[in-house]
Nanobody, 124 residues
């Protein structure tokens, strides 16, 4: 069992930055690839970014590539999402998820555990 807790969300103006954190419980964090997803009001949840369990490789959705950076610290059991140049369309609840595999996936169904989400609101 892995428990994931996101933090760092909030209200920011367009062009601003936020850093999300996702803290994982347990001693097997390094066994899991990690992903960030988001869900805007009235929309389906979508993939944002993923990172391999070693942290050596990352993947991004086209909509955030060049603006967002995913990273992890296996010693701290934490994965991060640095979000820069935020746009109003980035407004959503952001979720982290873990996948017991070497690499991330863009498919929700591939993930085993999910956090409760953290709200990010970007004002125009």
């Amino acid at each position: 069992q892995v428990q994931l807790v996101e933090s760092g969300g909030g209200l920011v103006q367009a062009g601003g930055s936020l850093r999300l954190s996702c803290a994982a419980s347990g001693r097997t964090f390094a066994s899991y690839a990690m992903g960030w997803f988001r869900q805007a009001p009235g929309k389906e949840r979508e993939y944002v970014a993923g990172i391999t369990r070693s942290g050596g490789s990352t993947d991004y959705a086209a909509s955030v590539k060049g603006r967002f950076t995913i990273s992890r610290d296996n010693a701290k059991n934490t994965v991060y999402l640095q979000m820069n140049s935020l746009k109003p369309e980035d407004t959503a609840v952001y979720y982290c998820a873990s996948r017991r595999s070497a690499g991330p996936s863009r498919a929700e169904r591939e993930y085993d555990y999910w956090g409760q989400g953290t709200q990010v609101t970007v004002s125009a």
